[in-house]
């Protein structure tokens, strides 16, 4: 494979309620290229997902997020489902540990409803990206750039829609991640040149 995960370790941050497709489609392709991943949770041992219109399986929770460190990572995926982001956004751990990833650059994946958890932890100002429609105006009104396609890249942060964009999210995620930690934009420090805007794929 062109971008070869070996040696990565990603996390995917999950409560009950994620949208079951949108964690095991994106971590079969990462495990396929190589990448370890670990399923992190607030939930205890366990987690239940969502499967489109009724609850789907139980899964294994790898770390709990109590125990898990942003700098043991070396990228991050968010599936979606509606109940797993609203409890997300709402656990100052969770959003701690998202922001982590940003503040060092890291790559981050988030697809349909997940962005909600970006928008709390802050994350989402000046970036382009896509989503659910229904996050379509908390994303705008969180000073993001919204558009409506099946996957959007800026500075190492994925997007997508839905469960049918996964195969375009996929591809994205291990080139993002195979490309590792992205530079950020920052103010520029005094007598330094401001740098360009936000690179987009």
Same mark, same amino acid.
């Given at each position: 494979?062109?971008?070869?995960?070996?040696?990565?370790?990603?996390?995917?941050?999950?409560?009950?309620?994620?949208?079951?497709?949108?964690?095991?489609?994106?971590?079969?392709?990462?495990?396929?290229?190589?990448?370890?991943?670990?399923?992190?949770?607030?939930?205890?041992?366990?987690?239940?997902?969502?499967?489109?219109? #009724?609850?789907?399986?139980?899964?294994? +929770?790898?770390?709990? /997020?109590?125990? *898990?460190? $942003? =700098?043991?990572? %070396?990228?991050?995926?968010?599936?979606?489902?509606?109940?797993?982001?609203?409890?997300?956004?709402?656990?100052?751990?969770?959003?701690?540990?998202?922001?982590?990833?940003?503040?060092?650059?890291?790559?981050?994946?988030?697809?349909?409803?997940?962005?909600?958890?970006?928008?709390?932890?802050?994350?989402?100002?000046?970036? #382009?990206?896509?989503?659910?429609?229904? +996050?379509?105006?908390? /994303?705008?009104? *969180?000073? $993001? =750039?919204?558009? %409506?396609?099946?996957?959007?890249?800026?500075?190492?942060?994925?997007?997508?829609?839905?469960?049918?964009?996964?195969?375009?999210?996929?591809?994205?995620?291990?080139?993002?991640?195979?490309?590792?930690?992205?530079?950020?934009?920052?103010?520029?420090?005094?007598?330094?040149?401001?740098?360009?805007?936000?690179?987009?794929?």
């Amino acid at each position: 494979m062109d971008n070869d995960l070996n040696g990565k370790k990603i996390a995917i941050v999950v409560e009950n309620g994620f949208e079951q497709v949108e964690m095991t489609g994106p971590r079969e392709a990462l495990d396929e290229a190589g990448a370890e991943t670990d399923l992190i949770s607030p939930a205890d041992k366990k987690v239940k997902a969502w499967d489109l219109t #009724r609850w789907g399986r139980s899964f294994k +929770v790898d770390v709990p /997020l109590a125990e *898990a460190r $942003a =700098e043991d990572y %070396d990228a991050l995926l968010l599936p979606g489902g509606v109940m797993n982001p609203d409890k997300l956004r709402v656990n100052q751990q969770a959003l701690d540990f998202v922001k982590a990833f940003f503040d060092a650059g890291k790559p981050v994946a988030a697809i349909c409803h997940a962005p909600w958890t970006l928008i709390d932890a802050g994350v989402v100002k000046g970036r #382009r990206m896509t989503s659910y429609p229904s +996050v379509k105006t908390d /994303l705008k009104n *969180a000073g $993001a =750039e919204w558009v %409506d396609e099946e996957v959007v890249v800026d500075n190492g942060l994925v997007t997508s829609r839905q469960p049918s964009d996964i195969p375009a999210f996929n591809k994205k995620i291990i080139e993002e991640f195979g490309e590792g930690t992205h530079k950020q934009d920052k103010p520029p420090q005094q007598g330094e040149p401001a740098m360009a805007g936000h690179s987009v794929d």
